[in-house]
């Protein structure tokens, strides 16, 4: 307890200081800048009066002036004390003159102004006219027009809410959480029914295991705003259950931008630990997140096993190796020696000494060009930042007491643990985008996509495990995942020769995951409270070298007719086709000793990983036949090493046609608008396991025919939605669709297999059959002005073959195996709640402070079938709940942010974002474990100096200090904690300049 006072009073000292630097300038620029008076005001339609967005405001013989804004305000500061004459404008509108407004020093004044349609009857024109981008009217506009169900958060929200990437930030959208700190839940359904899409372009993903993409490896900078498609249409690809996520980039800006951005942040847990912040000897180039080679295996390496038993015995010739150049076992051991040797870096951690950490961010974009003719530009945006991380709390695992069901205990033979968790990772992305338009009809653009984000980390835990009464464990991991997408859009415009409209798309995409050199080596603690190795029950200093690439091709076309009488009746139809070929690969190997004899030694905890040093190995003199040293040996881990790689295809191809049109009932044809249509998609998944040493594929059990799994998977997947317009600011929305969700890569593979990251085992099924969803939606909306919403609405999703997971023990009770299975039902509905107000506190004159608000409040559950047949035929009793929750799904999900904009330049804001309970982990029996709820708020605050281009921030995250706490939630209440971990209090603070 006195720590944590301890660690409260830094913290609270930390936030005083920052707020002191931060505010107390501020406020002195801010007070200086306040001395002159300032014209505020709105200007409408003086018969609707609705705002005009765009209108010119200037006074008279200045050089003083503005434009509104999507609320139809205008603001002109900084004005001397004067008398003035207002002339205001607007295109389709006489112009309007007020003389003699009388500005007293300090003082500000309101004038709103009523615009009247000119009354010249002008030729028609058609103007396009494109709404500020990133923007929350923009956002709404969007939500509003569109004919299928969106939530989205834009650019300015996710500036207030302080979220430093999407993943961060796609918890304020209506019924979203995030699992594992990077993968999105819409709905209370994980990512496998959750596609995720950069400018409506696919992504390849570095995730072994997944065909997900982490959503933390997208910076919030590059992001103009993300959107939630939550009900389905024809032309968006079948597998759709939660939802589709679409992350916009920028094409290019409506002027010349030139934006610099720097920044600090620091975190008070990791400065109150400096002492426990080790790492491994590491490359020239890690502060970047670019591994130099120093981790890698060695391009000299052999291609093939590297047994301790190398050679075989052939008759007549005796023992043969797969090396020429070795005659005899001791030759072999010397070349073990001299593999292990050339492996860097070290077991032996230094300690680490923090720089501070920043980030940096530019954008770069220009417009050019005749609008009328020819029109570009282009956009650039470049970002990297960079942390460090620190967590140390409670790991354990629980078992339920035989014969004693519902009753768990912490037993001897399973995990009690504290468990620290430090490293360093960086994140650089980019984006660049050009753009063209001919003659406003043809419009081009091209846009690349590079993210790269890497993460230097090391475990390091205490305590008791399955086998061990006490011991320290370490794990270090070094991993770097990059993905690249490139895509070319066309959009036509052949109004020429009726209202058509062609879209088209092509993108190439490639991710990839390079992890080298992770590394395990574990103690036990002796009588005399010495370490020695683990050796006996588990192979001591493991070393693994993982690697994976993920390819995509990607092409899109699409035609739309829209009906020249009446934009509403329209036509759409067109093609796809995606190709996806990934390659991941794992080579394992331990330390092993070329004699019985050999010792590892007894250590005290300075000395820990010192057994595996390069001096420790064997040494062998060749010319004199002489061994100079007996020692470590590396020896390759050949357990399953058949299928430590795979390999995998998969074809999509679909059509589509949707019609839409508004239906002549009851007389409510200008009302009632119905979007229906259909999509054929074929589908096609190949999996070959492979031997990634000699890239020989895997073999069935008679050796003769090479394991393969295939899944094709055609599907007729209709959509209807039903919008009704009940007034001109109010829309009631019905939505019915069928989507589908399919296995995993290696989820249909007839063979068992350990996950590329966790202990458990997991076994494929190639009789998985792909989960068939049934979606159900109504949401009424409710737009009181442009930028304010009140919606209510209800979805429900019903399954037929969920894919789940069947747990069984093997081994023992504490050996968790886990398989694929179709379960026999499942289903997840609930209600979604959003509000958005600007609130009356403060005039006008002084600025705007707003409201938004979302809730979801849902049940799911899954029923697993009594018996699951395993692959082989043999049937088993699945251990797990027969009925529980969806993985990932929070019963209640609440987001607020309050923002204030003053127009003397400060923002501010507050957010809240609240999860209940949500399950984690499938185990045995009642044991399953569910992450505990969390409150979470944060602010930000700046400063836009009036007369000067730049801008100061600062965030300030975890202001409660809440823990992440994961446990086993009983049905009496009571909670078995499984990890506690404290992530402490984060600020940081920017300062960006506009050229």
């Keep these: 307890m006195i720590l944590e006072h301890k660690n409260g009073e830094k913290a609270m000292k930390l936030l005083i200081k920052l707020c002191y630097w931060f505010l107390v300038p501020v406020a002195l620029v801010g007070s200086v800048s306040a001395q002159s008076g300032s014209i505020v005001g709105k200007i409408t339609d003086i018969e609707s009066g609705e705002a005009l967005i765009g209108a010119n405001v200037f006074l008279e013989g200045t050089s003083f002036g503005s434009a509104t804004d999507f609320e139809g305000n205008y603001f002109i500061q900084n004005l001397p004390p004067g008398t003035y004459t207002i002339v205001a404008n607007y295109i389709g509108y006489e112009k309007k003159i007020i003389e003699d407004i009388e500005l007293i020093d300090e003082n500000s004044i309101t004038i709103d102004i009523e615009l009247s349609a000119g009354a010249i009857e002008l030729q028609a024109v058609e103007v396009e006219v494109e709404a500020k981008e990133g923007t929350e009217r923009e956002e709404l506009q969007q939500k509003r027009e569109s004919t299928v169900l969106e939530d989205a958060i834009s650019a300015d929200q996710i500036s207030k809410s302080g979220d430093s990437n999407a993943a961060e930030a796609m918890r304020r959208v209506t019924g979203v959480t995030i699992r594992d700190g990077k993968f999105p839940v819409v709905r209370g359904l994980g990512e496998r029914y959750t596609a995720v899409q950069v400018n409506s372009s696919p992504l390849p993903s570095p995730e072994p295991d997944k065909k997900a993409v982490p959503l933390d490896l997208f910076p919030t900078s590059l992001i103009n705003g993300i959107k939630v498609l939550k009900t389905y249409s024809a032309e968006m690809p079948g597998e759709f259950g939660g939802g589709g996520i679409i992350l916009d980039t920028k094409a290019y800006p409506d002027q010349r931008v030139i934006d610099v951005s720097f920044g600090l942040s620091g975190n008070t847990y990791i400065s ?17 997140g670019y591994d130099d ?51 860097n870096p070290g077991f032996v951690h230094k300690k680490q000494t923090p720089k501070q950490p920043f980030s940096f961010s530019l954008k770069n974009g220009q417009k050019w060009g005749n609008k009328s003719f020819i029109e570009g530009g282009y956009f650039i945006n470049l970002n990297f930042s960079n942390k460090y991380y620190y967590k140390n709390g409670l790991s354990k695992t629980y078992l339920e007491q035989s014969g004693n069901e519902g009753a768990l205990s912490l037993v001897s033979s399973l995990e009690d643990r504290m468990l620290s968790t430090n490293g360093y990772s960086t994140s650089l992305a980019s984006s660049i985008s050009f753009g063209i338009k001919l003659w406003q009809m043809h419009d081009f653009k091209l846009n690349f996509i590079y993210s790269h984000k890497s993460d230097d980390k090391m475990y390091r835990s205490s305590g008791s495990t399955a086998n061990v009464a006490e011991g320290i464990f370490i794990s270090d991991k070094y991993i770097e995942k990059t993905v690249r997408s490139l895509s070319l859009n066309g959009d036509h415009k052949l109004n020429k020769i009726g209202s058509h409209n062609i879209e088209w798309n092509a993108t190439i995409g490639n991710s990839t995951r390079y992890e080298p050199r992770s590394m395990q080596h574990n103690y036990r603690f002796t009588d005399d409270r010495y370490l020695s190795v683990i050796a006996s029950s588990t192979e001591p200093g493991i070393v693994d070298y993982i690697d994976g690439d993920d390819n995509l091709l990607n092409l899109d076309l699409k035609y739309k007719y829209v009906n020249s009488n009446d934009e509403r009746i329209q036509f759409k139809t067109g093609l796809a086709y995606q190709n996806k070929f990934r390659n991941f690969s794992k080579r394992s190997f331990y330390h092993g000793v070329s004699h019985a004899s050999v010792s590892y030694g007894l250590l005290d905890s300075t000395q820990l990983g010192e057994p595996f040093s390069k001096n420790k190995f064997f040494l062998y003199n060749e010319d ?28 999509v191809d679909a059509a589509f046609v949707q019609f839409q049109s508004p239906v002549p009932i009851f007389g409510l044809s200008d009302k009632l608008l119905l979007i229906a249509g259909i999509r054929s998609e074929n589908y096609d998944l190949k999996v070959y396991p492979y031997n990634p040493v000699t890239g020989v594929r895997d073999f069935s059990q008679n050796d003769t025919i090479p394991t393969e799994s295939k899944q094709l998977d055609p599907k007729i997947l209709p959509a209807l939605n039903l919008n009704f317009n009940a007034t001109d600011n109010t829309i009631l929305r019905l939505a019915y669709s069928k989507t589908v969700a399919r296995g995993e890569f290696r989820e249909i593979a007839p063979f068992a297999y350990q996950e590329f990251y966790g202990k458990a085992i997991r076994i494929g099924n190639p009789d998985l059959k792909p989960s068939e969803i049934t979606n159900y939606d109504i949401r009424y909306e409710w737009y009181p002005t442009p930028t304010e919403l009140l919606s209510v609405g209800y979805f429900n999703k019903d399954f037929v073959n969920p894919i789940d997971i069947a747990v069984f023990t093997a081994g023992g009770s504490d050996r968790i195996n886990l398989m694929f299975m179709n379960a026999e039902s499942a289903k997840t509905s609930g209600f979604e709640f959003e509000a958005r107000k600007t609130l009356p506190f403060i005039p006008v004159t002084m600025g705007l402070m707003r409201l938004s608000f979302n809730a979801t409040i849902s049940q799911s559950e899954v029923q697993s079938p009594e018996s699951v047949t395993f692959f082989t035929g043999d049937p088993f009793t699945p251990v797990s709940e027969k009925n529980r929750p969806l993985q990932g799904q929070s019963d209640i999900i609440v987001n607020s942010l309050l923002s204030l904009r003053l127009n003397s330049g400060y923002n501010l804001a507050l957010s809240y974002n609240y999860n209940s309970k949500k399950l984690v982990s499938l185990q045995s029996f009642k044991a399953s474990e569910y992450e505990l709820p969390s409150h979470d708020v944060n602010v930000t605050a700046s400063k836009d100096f009036q007369k000067l281009p730049f801008r100061l921030g600062i965030k300030l995250k975890n202001l409660l200090q809440q823990k992440e706490e994961y446990a086993i939630v009983q049905e009496n209440g009571s909670n078995y904690y499984t990890s506690t971990f404290d992530p402490g209090f984060s600020w940081s603070m920017s300062f960006s300049y506009k050229f």
């Design 293 to 343: 080679g120093t981790r890698a295996l060695p391009k000299e390496f052999p291609d093939y096993v590297v047994k301790k038993q190398g050679g075989k015995y052939v008759i007549g010739e005796g023992w043969v190796y797969p090396d020429s150049s070795i005659s005899n076992f001791l030759g072999w051991y010397n070349k073990l020696s001299q593999l292990g040797r050339s492996l």
């Design 272 to 288: 109150n630990n400096y002492d426990h912040l080790f790492s491994n000897v590491g490359g020239k180039n890690d502060f970047w």
């Design 624 to 651: 004199a036949d002489r061994i100079i040293q007996k020692g470590l040996i590396l020896v390759e881990r050949s357990d399953g090493i058949s299928r430590n790689g795979y390999r995998a295809d998969q074809y």
